[in-house]
C-alpha cells in the first residue's frame, strides 16, 4: 500500500502487507515482503531485502510475496537511508526496527528482532545478530560483528572488524578482537550538543575503570537504561590513556 507519492523502480517486488509512507524511494530489485511498515521519505537501495523470514531453525518459513504473513513484522521510521545490498529480517517476538535518521550502508544485515534506535549509523559489511540493540546515534565501523542479544549504548562507536561480544555502554568508543574500551566518543558526544563538564565527568568514570553513569548530569535516560540491563556483560576497559576531551 502506498500513498501514491513513492517513487518505486519497476522491477522492484512489493509485496502483501507492505506500507509505504509519503516520499518513499525504492530502488531496482529491492524485494519488501509484509508485515513491514515504511515511514516517510524512506530511501531504499537496489538490491535490498527487508521481510524475510527469521533466521531460526524453528520458525516457519513463509511465503510472505503469496500474502503468507507470519512473524513480528519490520518497522523502518522516517527518513531512514537502507542503501544497496542490505538484508532486514522479519521479527519473532518483536518487530525488527530501523530507528528515524539512521543510516544502512551497503550489505549490511540486521538479523531478527534487532532494534535501532534513532540516527544510528550502522557501516558496510555489519552483521547484528538476533534481538541486538543499538542505542540512539551510536556508529558501528566497517565489518563490525554484533552477538544476538547484545547492546550498544547511546553515541558509543564501535571500531571497525571489531567483535561487539560485550555489551557496550553509552557514549564508549571500543575496538579490537576480543573487544575493549578504549576511549569515549567525544566527537559523537559534542555534535548531541553535551556540555564539556558531562563530557569529563563521563571521560573520568570510564578511565577510572566503573561502567557506571549514576549522577553525571544531562545523560539521565542513557544511563537509567545501562543501569536497568538484566543481562548485563559488559565490555572490558583497557584505556588509551588522557585526552583532555571535557577540557
Known sequence: ?????????????IGPGVRLGEGVSVGPHAVLTGPLVVGDRV????GTTIGAPPEITSARHNLAWDGDLDHAGVVVEDDAVIRELVVVHQGSRRATTVGAGSWL???CYLAHDVA??????ISAGVSIGGHATIREGANLGMNATVHQGRHVGDRAMVGMGAAVARDVPPFAKVLGVPLRLRGINAVGMRRAGLPVETIAAVEA???AGRLDLDGIPGIAGPADWWAGLADLSPVRVEWAGPTGHGA
Open 116 to 121: 535501532l534506535g534513532p540516527g544510528v549509523t
Open 105 to 107: 550502508l551497503n550489505r
Open 43 to 46: 530511501w531504499i537501495g537496489a
Open 1 to 13: 500500500m502506498t500513498d501514491g507519492s513513492a517513487r518505486i523502480h519497476p522491477t522492484a517486488v
Open 205 to 207: 568514570r570510564y578511565a
